[in-house]
């Protein structure tokens, strides 16, 4: 499905060369350096990511370059997570995510997306959650964020990326110490929704298991919609779409 998807951007790309629409071969370049990204081409998608901003910083274009600078610094994380080389490649690797991350931010705050601004968030919490950081109080603060940034109804890969970097700052800091620090009222920067939120993520997941893996169940027990409960599970990775 990937070299499908890749050979249709490529023909996307050849008709916006032909008609000189950067914006769209912007986006091209973006998608596409996604794309390569997931299949473990890293080297191409960071090919693909550097023509992305420079085709935006020439157009000054803040969207596509706060979206090539998102992918950019994943390209960069991904590159410190393998652990491949000396020390001082995956620090270079590791600071570079950083860097990238925070520009991505930077950029996307001078745009009315908060979509575009929820990315930017999440590829800075899982670069600050990375082996080479593992700052998890970083990471907790910008998880926040995007989560306080997508609505509902934002069901596609940014609420699957923020529940992975949920579940993964969970496996290392211990639900224990989560719960012992709501108890005490040590909410950070969470604001009450937030919290919420992050307490039915680790408590619908299993009470449904509980209740045989029954969404009816579940929402009969805890008086919620059982479309909350899908959702939930959804982001949880228990569930297809």
């Not at 069901?155 to 224990?176: A, C, M, Q, Y």
């Not at 039915?200 to 909350?228: F, M």
């Amino acid at each position: 499905m990937c070299q499908e998807a890749l050979e249709l951007l490529r023909r996307a790309g050849e008709i916006y060369a032909r008609k000189h629409h950067q914006s769209g071969t912007g986006t091209v370049l973006v998608n596409a350096g996604t794309l390569h990204l997931d299949i473990g081409d890293i080297d191409r998608a960071e090919e693909e990511a550097v023509k992305a901003f420079d085709l935006a910083e020439e157009k000054q274009d803040r969207i596509l370059m706060a979206r090539s600078r998102i992918l950019q610094a994943a390209i960069q994380n991904d590159r410190a997570e393998e652990q491949v080389g000396e020390s001082a490649d995956v620090m270079r690797h590791a600071h570079l995510a950083r860097v990238y991350a925070e520009e991505a931010i930077a950029l996307a705050k001078q745009t009315q997306n908060n979509r575009l601004l929820a990315g930017a968030c999440l590829v800075r919490g899982s670069v600050a959650g990375n082996e080479f950081f593992a700052d998890w109080d970083t990471a907790k603060h910008f998880a926040g964020l995007a989560s306080d940034l997508l609505s509902g109804d934002d069901l596609d890969h940014l609420s699957r990326e923020l529940g992975l970097l949920k579940r993964r700052i969970l496996r290392s800091t211990g639900v224990d110490e989560t719960l012992r620090g709501w108890s005490e009222g040590i909410v950070g920067t969470k604001t009450f929704r937030m919290v919420t939120e992050e307490f039915a993520e680790l408590v619908i997941p299993k009470v449904w298991e509980r209740e045989g893996r029954k969404i009816s169940r579940v929402a009969q027990q805890l008086s919620i919609s059982p479309k909350k409960v899908r959702r939930i599970l959804v982001n949880a990775q228990l569930l297809k779409r």
